[in-house]
């Protein structure tokens, strides 16, 4: 049976596409900055836009990006001047998103508490040809952003003092992927769901950290992760009839138990020409 005939499924492939190739380019800044968990936070907001969007018969996707990202600058202004309050304010705010999702969702009635599953694990046939429309034009924006601004955000990653000593906007910078991560987490929600999309941004990442040294070819390697994750594992949700969202992350998953599998001799053989290279260095070094 040809996939392809079904028109779902082709907008639902494309989307998926697009969270593969976007949300690991966001996430190995996160793994990068030790925010690993700053992406199922910013999920937890944007399901109160998806919550206000059903309770004032809105458009879901473009309601829950100016929630995330009203979210995400709200985090990082209190951050900038406190990282005990920062962190705490952080909490609340998620806590407050998933609670607010959840009571306007009951408030609009109706339909909407089955459609709020939906967008909590992901769905084959919702996505229509206006979110296309709204994914390809956010997705631009993030690579867009990411080709200007990439050093900078990587400098910050690596050394917030170097990143200012350097001169660098440490705040606007971090502010900045702050939202790059929110408008990720909007992008995944049809297929992978607002509960999971962080992990279909982290786990191709550490996947791809198992073989790759540098912070390149660890972006490279994740891409690679999420684009077969978020295809393969959409397909394998129409075989076997379950949400999309789990599919992709246990897919995800498995790409990184093999990819660990294969670093673990990759290691052993690195490390033992390390230390047959040892005693040629040191003789020479006695010998000069």
């Not at 990006?65 to 998620?94: H, P």
């Not at 390809?136 to 990439?150: E, K, M, N, P, Q």
């Amino acid at each position: 049976m040809d996939l392809l005939q079904y028109d779902f499924l082709q907008r639902a492939l494309i989307a998926a596409a697009v969270v593969g190739l976007v949300t690991p380019l966001i996430g190995v800044f996160l793994v990068q900055r030790r925010l690993a968990l700053l992406g199922d936070g910013m999920g937890h907001v944007a399901l109160a836009g998806v919550g206000l969007a059903f309770l004032f018969g809105t458009a879901p996707v473009p309601t829950a990006l100016v929630a995330a990202a009203c979210g995400a600058v709200i985090i990082e202004l209190i951050r900038a001047k406190s990282r005990t309050a920062g962190d705490l304010a952080l909490a609340l705010i998620f806590y407050g998103g998933i609670a607010g999702g959840v009571l306007f969702t009951s408030l609009a009635g109706g339909r909407s508490s089955a459609a709020l599953n939906q967008y909590l694990f992901g769905s084959l046939s919702t996505v229509s040809a206006t979110d296309l429309v709204w994914l390809g034009v956010v997705a631009v924006i993030v690579l867009v952003v990411l080709a200007v601004f990439g050093r900078d955000i990587f400098v910050l990653a690596l050394d917030p003092d170097l990143a200012r000593t350097q001169g660098i906007r440490t705040t606007a910078t971090s502010m900045l992927l702050t939202v790059l991560a929110a408008l990720a987490v909007v992008i995944g929600m049809r297929t992978v769901g607002l509960l999971l999309v962080s992990a279909i941004m982290i786990v191709p990442v550490a996947a791809a950290q198992q073989l790759s040294r540098s912070f390149r070819g660890t972006a490279a390697l994740g891409v690679v992760v999420g684009e077969l994750s978020a295809v393969l594992g959409l397909v394998a949700s129409f075989q076997l009839d379950v949400p999309p969202g789990p599919a992709i992350v246990v897919l995800a998953l498995l790409f990184f138990g093999a990819c660990a599998a294969v670093a673990v001799p990759l290691r052993r053989r690195r490390s033992r020409r390390v230390a047959a290279a040892r005693p040629a260095v040191l003789h020479e070094e006695v010998a000069a």
